[in-house]
């Protein structure tokens, strides 16, 4: 797995980069959670939606949001973060300018960034969203949400409850021109311990592969 280093917006940050060999490869980049409680790119859940998209044939970039890890800067509560993602992303379409399709994940509070980059990007043709802390930020950005993803939580999450990813969906199933598909894990606390860690990556799996297949945004 390539370690790489490009510049962000507050100086170098750290990724790990997992190129295919087809060089029209669809494209993805993985946000971590939240960088002051631990979150890192080498979180279980952001190492399993990587290796997820690279073996559904995706070229992929993860990498450490300003101040994790031997990334430049600090923590800029979701402001600063979403410039990172913006140069993560950059950077990846520099050296993939055939990609037929860019996606972004993320998980948790890279949830979070991950859809505030979605309205920044309109060549962002899907995402996956899991455990989005609907409780701690708000997403009403999502006006309208521009592209079809998957959200995913656990039901027995206590960092981010059901019942307000639920009503984030509701407000997101109201949306035309867009298809948001919702998948709960049962059992399944905020960060996917196991057994359900295989089930959600199933889930994202089956999802990604089914928009791959399909032509429509």
Known sequence: MPEV?????????????????????????????????????????????????????????RFNFRGVGRSQGEYDQGIGEL???????????????????????????????????????PEITGFVSVSPPANMYDFSF??????????INGAADRVAPPADTHA???????????????????GAGHFFEEPHMDTMIGNVDQYVRRRLTETSR
């Open 5 to 61: 280093i490009f510049p962000g917006p507050e100086g170098r940050l750290e990724g790990r980069y997992h190129p295919q060999k087809a060089k029209d490869a669809p494209i993805a980049i993985v946000l971590h959670p939240h960088p002051q409680f631990g979150g890192t790119m080498n979180n279980k859940v952001v190492y399993n939606l990587h290796y997820a998209f690279y073996n559904m044939g995706f070229t992929v970039l």
């Open 168 to 186: 984030l969906v509701e407000k997101l199933h109201e949306q035309k021109g867009i298809t948001i598909t919702h998948e709960e894990v049962e």
């Open 142 to 151: 999502l006006a309208p949400c521009p592209s079809s993803g998957l959200i």
């Open 83 to 121: 410039s990172d993602a913006a140069s993560a992303l950059d950077y990846l379409q520099s050296m993939n300018q055939n990609a037929k399709h860019c996606w972004v994940a993320g998980f948790s509070f890279g949830a979070w960034i991950g859809m505030q980059l979605l309205m920044r990007r």
